[in-house]
T-cell receptor
């Protein structure tokens, strides 16, 4: 089992460019999440998907869109990248929302210049 | 709003020492608390999950306790090894917010 995988590992964008971060899990989990990690701020939830076909905003959704493509895949799109979106992005999954352990992917390090 | 604090921010201990990492949270209405390990430039690895109805969980040399009423959790690491060097994060799941709230972590260095 690969667990949670993310692509790409690194990305550099210019301000205004767009890109999609991909995430996939092979644990048959229902719920998936996108977080960003910034120095001194801890991880913050951007969006989550409680189950296939549903998505909800987290703490910091502005500037992002998500798509739950199927049960395995959950993508995060930056339509017009800004320097404030320079961060490390983590995808996670769990059996369901609530009292279940979350498993994290290796992260995507994004720099916006 | 739930806030999670981890003290100290950094800790250096010699190999073989037992140590305790602390995590405190402001809203005791949590569903569970999870401890993670993060190696530099890597993702998070789940270490222990404690449900709100539990007092502690153990895995190998790790023992995590939870005192919901006082808003505290501790992660005890026995007989520390250089391979334990990493950042340790705690996170609480608060049902009203439907999300994990993370602390900023304790960076642990175990020296030879």
């Amino acid at each position: 089992n690969a667990g949670v995988t993310q692509t790409p590992k690194f990305q550099v964008l210019k301000t205004g460019q767009s890109m999609t971060l991909q995430c996939a899990q092979d644990m048959n989990h229902n719920s998936m999440y996108w977080y960003r990690q910034d120095p001194g701020m801890g991880l913050r939830l951007i969006y989550y998907s409680a189950s296939e076909g549903t998505t909800d905003k987290g703490e910091v959704p502005n500037g992002y869109n998500v798509s739950r493509l199927n049960k395995r895949e959950f993508s995060l799109r930056l339509e017009s990248a800004a320097p404030s979106q320079t961060s490390v992005y983590f995808c996670a999954s769990s059996e369901a929302v609530g009292q279940y352990e979350q498993y994290f992917g290796p992260g995507t390090r994004l720099t916006v210049t | 709003k739930q806030e999670v604090t981890q003290i100290p921010a950094a800790l250096s201990v010699p190999e073989g020492e037992n140590l305790v990492l602390n995590c405190s949270f402001t809203d005791s209405a949590i569903y569970n608390l999870q401890w993670f390990r993060q190696d530099p430039g890597k993702g998070l690895t789940s270490l222990l999950l404690i449900q709100s109805s539990q007092r502690e969980q153990t895995s190998g040399r790790l023992n995590a306790s939870l005192d919901k009423s006082s808003g505290r959790s501790t992660l005890y690491i026995a007989a520390s090894q250089p391979g334990d060097s990493a950042t340790y994060l705690c996170a609480v799941y608060t049902g009203t917010a439907s999300k994990l709230t993370f602390g900023t972590g304790t960076r642990l260095q175990v020296t030879l």
